[in-house]
């Protein structure tokens, strides 16, 4: 089966200190991958979108960047942390399908700019 | 992006009692899904729903894809206590890793 993993859990991060937030998963491959941030109380917004490795397709612009340097693996980076940057983080992955596209989602990770 | 409404936006209701939510789109989806949120984790996937008018169950969670294909709508039967979170719809307009769509979500509350 299969299962996606994110790390870490909850981060704490000063001002202006980089940002590294990593995505695996396994048991499939060639999946779509996403990064979606969820502000608190509110609904999901995309962030970036790989159909495959080097590929990255954000879909607003901001302060952060992602690489997927392997095809199960998808990172999420700011050179510079903002404290806006502040929220959770959730990874997802999902394989489309003649029928439509599920997508499933990591555990997330909760983010704090102080 | 394209706009789901999802509505209510919350719902606090007895123990035992049936619930029921909608999203709605001024677009046509090919897919529409339902997701469950609980505090602090990730969004997990209750139904999936690829067909206009299909009625799909899972327990005691029913979710039915509009004939408009506009809109989708999730009931839940018989609360109970661990039926509390957020749950929210999301549809995918076609095929392409960026065409999945999420409403705002309905956080619920049940009363026991």
């Known amino acids: 089966s299969q299962t996606i993993h994110q790390w870490p859990a909850t981060l704490v991060q000063p001002v202006g200190s980089p940002l590294s937030l990593e995505c695996t998963v396994e048991g499939t491959s060639n999946p779509n991958l996403y990064w979606y941030r969820q502000a608190a109380g509110r609904g999901l917004q995309l962030l970036f979108y790989?159909?495959?490795?080097?590929?990255i397709s954000s879909e607003v612009p901001q302060n952060l960047s992602a690489s997927r340097p392997q095809d199960r693996q998808f990172i999420l980076s700011s050179k510079k942390l903002l404290l806006s940057d502040s929220g959770f983080y959730l990874c997802?992955?999902?394989?489309?399908?003649?029928?439509?596209?599920?997508?499933?989602f990591g555990q997330g990770t909760r983010l704090t700019v102080v | 992006g394209q706009q789901l409404n999802q509505s209510p936006q919350s719902m606090f209701i007895q123990e035992g009692e049936d619930v029921s939510m909608n999203c709605t789109s001024s677009?046509?989806?090919?897919?529409w899904l339902w997701y469950k949120q609980e505090p602090g984790e990730g969004p997990v996937l209750l139904i999936a729903?690829?067909?206009?008018?299909e009625l799909t169950s899972n327990g005691r969670l029913t979710a039915q894809f509009g004939i408009t294909r506009k809109d989708s709508f999730l009931n839940i039967s018989a609360s109970i206590p661990s039926d509390v979170g957020i749950y929210f719809c999301a549809g995918q307009t076609q095929t392409g890793a960026n065409n999945l769509f999420f409403g705002t979500g309905t956080r619920l509350t049940v009363i026991p």
């Open positions: 677009s046509i989806f090919n897919t």
């Open positions: 729903l690829y067909k206009a008018g």
């Open positions: 790989s159909v495959g490795i080097g590929q």
């Open positions: 997802a992955w999902s394989k489309g399908s003649l029928y439509g596209t599920e997508a499933f």
